[in-house]
């Protein structure tokens, strides 16, 4: 038969990788897909850039509308990354009657609705598995693997960069800035890294996440997002004291009003196996009405990871060529006409434990205001550090887990926290998750 021609669009950290393992695993690659798979075309910006992969037998352009152009081209790979042009190739790519194999998280969460209408009505398939978590098969799981479930909640780390920046805080002590740069230099961050450590690429992913899990439209700009940028030594060092690890996670649930939807740094209890996924390690906890809690682990980023994640989705790109576009999986998980309208909450309803750590002038009654403020807003605490003043300050840093409650509560409950006289500065909040079986 034939080989299936690939056009790739990007030969950075994932298009290289990708190259690599389609050429070292061609044997068993073929045999899975049953065809050869050949990459034919491929674009980047700088031709005279040094690449990662051989590029023996492939045409070369620094224009990637000839790659989405070219007649011989059947699967578009899009490995650029971006809004734009990402979705305007892959709109072209889609409507010359190409499939398309992508890891642009942000292109799909932003622009997906658009796509996926797009490739329905050509009849192609646009797939995205690398767009989550890298190498962990996460879409196809939730997607086919837990078709049968009603999915409770969804709890993930999944920004390697954050976790690797984290882990070497807690580990080595090391600063943030410094360890931002090793994660750009393994080439795990994004082209603009502020986009891993404010949370906008774990929001990109936790949006394709709570779409394919519940059934709703990718609505990236209602997910609540709060990155890693505030998070101090001390928070991560007091929160060992107390039996808690800080992680960056995407939580996405079913509450009875509508679907919280949020990133943000989070204390998990260390006896939690989530607690315990370090470095660049990604991991996602799903928990399914009939199946219970389940968790998928494995390199959130990298070159092979990723390509791993990129060339499954070629292989099932090639074996559907020939399928009816009505029986394929759908693109969403749920038919295009199914999908529900479930309001995604607003921060404000969103009801959760936390971490408060505050500066008090060490005289008598400070507590005791602290805690009344609390109490009053029917805030109950369940555990209270107070640590000794640290060299040269006259403040003693407190350190408050409460149990849960509405964020609006406590929003009310830091603000006269704050405007007492006895408190310096600001309170540092950082959210709680049990991740117990029932969300308790
Ligand atoms: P890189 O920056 O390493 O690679 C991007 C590639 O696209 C480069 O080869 C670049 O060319 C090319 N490119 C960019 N813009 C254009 C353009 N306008 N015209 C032609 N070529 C262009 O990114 P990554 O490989 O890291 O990421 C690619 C995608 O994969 C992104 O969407 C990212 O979010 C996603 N992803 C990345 C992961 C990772 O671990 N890195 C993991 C999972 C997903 P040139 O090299 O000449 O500059
Ligand atoms: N920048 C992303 C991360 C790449 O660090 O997780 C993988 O999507």
């Known amino acids: 038969m034939e080989p299936v021609k690939i056009g790739i669009l990007g030969l950075g950290t994932v298009g290289s990788g990708t190259v690599n393992v389609l050429a070292r695993n061609a044997d068993e690659i073929s045999r899975r897909a049953g065809r050869e798979i050949r990459v034919v075309h491929a674009a980047a910006r700088d031709l005279k850039r040094p690449r990662a992969c051989s590029t023996e037998g492939i045409r070369l352009t620094d224009k990637p509308e000839e790659v989405v152009n070219n007649p011989e081209v059947a699967v578009v790979v899009e490995l650029m990354g971006g809004y734009e042009p990402a979705r305007s ?96 230099q393994l080439g795990y961050a994004e082209a603009d890294p502020t986009f891993d450590v404010e949370g906008i690429d774990a929001a990109h992913k936790l949006t394709i996440l709570a779409a394919i899990a519940f059934g709703v439209p990718l609505q990236f700009d209602k997910a609540y997002t709060e990155g890693i940028s505030k998070i101090t030594r001390l928070d991560v060092e007091y929160a060992e004291q107390l039996g808690y690890r800080i992680k960056l996670l995407g939580l996405a649930r079913r509450a009875p009003t509508g679907i919280e939807l949020r990133v943000h740094p989070t204390l998990i209890p260390e006896r939690r196996l989530i607690a315990n996924v370090d470095g660049v390690m990604n991991a996602v906890l799903v928990k399914g009405d009939a199946v219970g809690p389940t968790m998928y682990y494995g390199a959130g980023a990298g070159a092979d990871p990723t390509a791993s994640a990129v060339v499954a989705d070629i292989v099932d790109v090639v074996r559907t060529l020939t399928a009816d576009p009505n029986n394929r999986v759908p693109h969403l998980a749920f038919q295009p006409d199914q999908l529900s309208n479930l309001p995604i909450l607003p921060i404000d309803e969103v009801e959760t434990a936390y971490y408060l750590r505050l500066q008090a002038h060490d005289k008598p009654g400070v507590l005791a205001n602290v805690t009344r403020i609390l109490g009053d807003l029917g805030i109950s605490i369940e555990a209270i550090l107070q640590k000794e003043p640290r060299e040269g300050e006259n403040t003693v840093p407190v350190i408050i887990l409460t149990q849960r409650v509405l964020e609006k509560h406590m929003n009310q409950a830091i603000a006269k926290i704050e405007a007492l006289s006895s408190i310096a500065g600001k309170v540092m909040r950082i959210r709680l998750e049990h991740l117990n079986r029932d969300w308790k």
Request: one cysteine or more.
């Open 89 to 184: 190739l892959v709109l072209r790519a889609i409507e010359n009657g190409k499939h398309v194999v992508t890891a642009n998280k942000a292109m799909i969460a932003a622009h997906g609705n658009e796509i996926f209408a797009a490739a329905q009505k050509k009849g192609v398939m646009v797939a995205f598995e690398a767009a989550v978590a890298g190498g962990i098969p996460i879409i196809k799981t939730i997607r086919e693997g837990l078709a049968g479930n009603r999915i409770e909640w969804l709890a993930g780390i999944i920004n390697g960069t954050c976790n690797y920046i984290l882990t070497e805080m807690r580990d080595r002590g090391a600063d943030f800035g410094d360890v931002l740069k090793e994660a750009q």
